[in-house]
């Protein structure tokens, strides 16, 4: 009902930036939260940052000063402006959201989160 495509992984040097994008498609009704996550080679996925509905955002201690994460409610689109990046940064990186879908029923679902299909960000000399 809901796909997430992702984009704008890729490779770069380290103290380098990287801009990655989000957008959803299908039957939206609203998105709610949207989040961007990340995952290195045998560890657990983690939060990077969140940005409500609203704009508010949250970000994990690792990235404050350097990631900003933004939307475009129009466009159903996350962003994560990712500057000063480090070797440390690699990983792939999903997006989440948190969306009601139109339905024939009741006009709407309740929220279920839906993740993009991840994208590759290395970081290295």
């Known amino acids: 009902q809901v796909q997430l495509v992702e984009s704008g992984g890729g490779l770069v040097q380290p103290g380098g930036s990287l801009r990655l994008s989000c957008a959803a498609s299908?039957?939206?009704?609203?998105?709610?939260?949207m989040a961007w996550y990340r995952q290195a080679p045998g560890k657990q996925r983690e939060l990077v940052a969140t940005?409500?509905?609203?704009?508010?955002?949250n970000y994990a201690d690792f990235v404050k000063g350097r990631f900003s994460i933004s939307r475009d409610n129009a466009r159903n689109t996350v962003y994560l402006q990712m500057n000063g990046l480090k070797p440390e940064d690699t990983a792939v990186y999903y997006c989440?959201?948190?969306?009601?879908?139109?339905?024939?029923?009741?006009?709407?679902?309740?929220?279920?989160?839906?993740w993009g299909q991840g994208t590759q960000v290395t970081v290295s000399a």
């Open positions: 940005i409500s509905k609203a704009g508010s955002t």
């Open positions: 989440q959201m948190s969306v009601s879908v139109v339905t024939t029923t009741s006009g709407w679902s309740d929220p279920y989160d839906y």
């Open positions: 299908g039957d939206i009704f609203r998105i709610y939260a």
